[in-house]
């Protein structure tokens, strides 16, 4: 039992410099023509499409980068064939946000509504369970719902590699 408190005191006065640092994120832009989006991703994202239910051909694709259990990145864009959103109003954004948090099992923090390339949007932050919060931009566009997603823990709303993710994305041709 001594010998354990000896090494666990020893590991506490290690110098934070000899601690291994976090590997280098390798920021690569993700570039969807016919999504009509462009972003930096701290890594390779994966790529899924998904037909959503009762939305007459509707498809949302995703990608995601999960770097840990405690840091991901996502950026959803479902696109509805043959529809158009009206412009949006914080009342709409407010019904996206609150099934947002249904789905996620967070609660709203707080929200605002910003522009992303001219066109308004909403920023929410959201706070889960065990210290993880997502930071979320949704924006709607013609015929696109799209929503750029990132978690993680601590002082999320100050991450600087979620706020990079975020402030990159950018419509085409918009």
Do not use: C
Request: net charge negative.
């Amino acid at each position: 039992m001594h010998r354990i408190a000896v090494t666990v005191v020893a590991l506490l006065l290690v110098p934070s410099w000899w601690s291994a640092a976090a590997p280098a994120k390798h920021w690569q832009e993700v570039r969807s023509t016919a999504a009509g989006f462009a972003v930096l991703f701290p890594g390779k994202p994966k790529l899924v499409l998904t037909p959503v239910a009762n939305a007459h051909g509707a498809v949302e694709h995703s990608w995601r980068l999960d770097i840990s259990d405690h840091e991901t990145y996502e950026l959803a864009v479902t696109i509805y064939p043959g529809a158009t959103f009206p412009p949006p109003t914080i009342a709409f954004y407010d019904r996206l946000l609150d099934g947002y948090a249904a789905s996620s099992q967070t609660h709203l923090r707080t929200r605002r509504m910003i522009a992303v390339d001219g066109h308004p949007a909403v920023e929410a932050f959201f706070d889960g369970d065990h210290d993880f919060h997502h930071l979320i931009d949704i924006l709607v566009v013609g015929d696109r719902l799209y929503i750029v997603a990132s978690g993680g823990s601590g002082a999320y709303e100050r991450n600087a590699d979620a706020l990079k993710f975020h402030r990159s994305f950018r419509l085409l041709g918009s």
